[in-house]
């Protein structure tokens, strides 16, 4: 009963916080699974996104510029990930650590300390909720709202031309070079769309938590790709509506089976642990699947 009791406790804020990686989940999403591109920018466009919005929040800014900024702060961080793979022919895996190393430094010229604390400063959650942010139930509304507007954006832009012409050159770069697209610019242009949302997933958490700090994005690659991988299994079929939602619902329930881990009596620094285990027995679950079928036909 006690496991029980302590699951249900940590289900308001397990799901609040899945609401707020779901941010980046989609950020990571993009690279991997639209453009077939691996990427690491996300744990240098996270904490970025966080220090600016920190930085500027402490110093007065209104809260959408100061949202406003670090996303854009994200997208400068994957396009500079991108015009390294691209211009210098670097492997976007070397040209994301060489990004998000350099970002380490960033963030303390930004914040001018390791961390920022927003404790008495107003946030999304003070000014839509209350003084003290609300609850985790009612943080998970707002979230839940934004991120359908997200979905609901994404979905309506990769329908249109561009968005077309992106998908295509994630599917055959190839194919997409002989009908005239410009491989270059859109590689630029995914990243950097990749890069800002994680960087608002870094801003939003900053506001969550009421602090960042330097190191808040480690694992959060693994975070989002365990997320992703997750959607994909429970969402059936190959449309775009499920590649979407795909990491939304992956890090909700992702979020779900950690508080189901604390409850069992696992440590926080355990969940990193058993993080890793669970994308590495995705990642080889096809394969042990193709080995089951072959051995069953024999």
């Not at 997200?150 to 990769?158: A, D, S």
């Not at 499920?242 to 909700?252: C, D, E, F, T």
């Given at each position: 009963?006690?496991?029980?009791?302590?699951?249900?406790?940590?289900?308001?804020v397990s799901?609040?916080?899945?609401?707020?990686?779901?941010?980046?989940?989609?950020?990571?999403?993009?690279?991997?699974?639209?453009?077939?591109?691996?990427?690491?920018?996300?744990?240098?466009?996270?904490?970025?996104?966080?220090?600016?919005?920190?930085?500027?929040?402490?110093?007065?800014?209104?809260?959408?510029?100061?949202?406003?900024?670090?996303?854009?702060?994200?997208?400068?961080?994957?396009?500079?990930?991108?015009?390294?793979?691209?211009?210098?022919?670097?492997?976007?895996?070397?040209?994301?650590?060489?990004?998000?190393?350099?970002?380490?430094?960033?963030?303390?010229?930004?914040?001018?300390?390791?961390?920022?604390?927003?404790?008495?400063?107003?946030?999304?959650?003070?000014?839509?909720?209350?003084?003290?942010?609300?609850?985790?139930?009612?943080?998970?509304?707002?979230?839940?709202?934004?991120?359908?507007?997200?979905?609901?954006?994404?979905?309506?832009?990769?329908?249109?031309?561009?968005?077309?012409?992106?998908?295509?050159?994630?599917?055959?770069?190839?194919?997409?070079?002989?009908?005239?697209?410009?491989?270059t610019l859109?590689?630029?242009?995914?990243?950097?769309?990749?890069?800002?949302?994680?960087?608002?997933?870094?801003?939003?958490?900053?506001q969550y938590?009421?602090?960042?700090?330097?190191?808040?994005?480690?694992?959060?690659?693994?975070?989002?790709?365990?997320?992703?991988?997750?959607?994909?299994?429970?969402?059936?079929?190959?449309?775009?509506?499920?590649?979407?939602?795909?990491?939304?619902?992956?890090?909700?329930?992702?979020?779900?089976?950690?508080?189901?881990?604390?409850?069992?009596?696992?440590?926080?620094?355990?969940?990193?642990?058993?993080?890793?285990?669970?994308?590495?027995?995705?990642?080889?679950?096809?394969?042990?699947?193709?080995?089951?079928?072959?051995?069953?036909?024999?």
């Open positions: 009963m006690d496991i029980l009791s302590t699951y249900y406790n940590l289900i308001p799901l609040a916080q899945g609401a707020v990686y779901a941010f980046v989940a989609i950020g990571v999403m993009i690279p991997f699974r639209l453009l077939s591109l691996p990427d690491l920018t996300a744990e240098g466009s996270f904490p970025l996104g966080a220090a600016v919005a920190a930085a500027l929040l402490a110093n007065g800014m209104g809260i959408m510029p100061a949202m406003g900024l670090a996303l854009l702060a994200g997208a400068l961080a994957g396009a500079l990930t991108a015009v390294i793979h691209v211009f210098f022919k670097v492997t976007s895996l070397l040209a994301g650590i060489i990004v998000l190393t350099m970002m380490f430094s960033i963030n303390i010229r930004v914040m001018g300390k390791p961390n920022t604390a927003l404790f008495s400063h107003d946030t999304l959650f003070t000014i839509l909720l209350n003084a003290d942010g609300g609850t985790p139930i009612t943080q998970f509304a707002v979230l839940s709202v934004m991120l359908a507007a997200l979905c609901l954006l994404l979905y309506w832009f990769l329908h249109t031309e561009l968005g077309l012409a992106l998908r295509a050159v994630g599917s055959n770069q190839t194919m997409a070079r002989a009908q005239g697209l410009s491989t859109y590689i630029i242009a995914g990243l950097a769309g990749a890069g800002a949302l994680a960087a608002l997933g870094g801003s939003v958490m900053a938590q009421s602090y960042a700090d330097v190191n808040m994005g480690v694992g959060v690659l693994v975070i989002g790709l365990a997320a992703t991988i997750l959607g994909e299994a429970i969402l059936r079929g190959s449309t775009l509506a499920r590649q979407i939602l795909a990491p939304v619902v992956g890090s909700l329930l992702y979020f779900q089976f950690v508080a189901i881990a604390l409850s069992l009596g696992f440590k926080p620094s355990d969940l990193k642990l058993l993080t890793g285990l669970f994308v590495l027995f995705a990642l080889a679950l096809p394969m042990i699947r193709s080995k089951f079928k072959r051995n069953s036909s024999r």
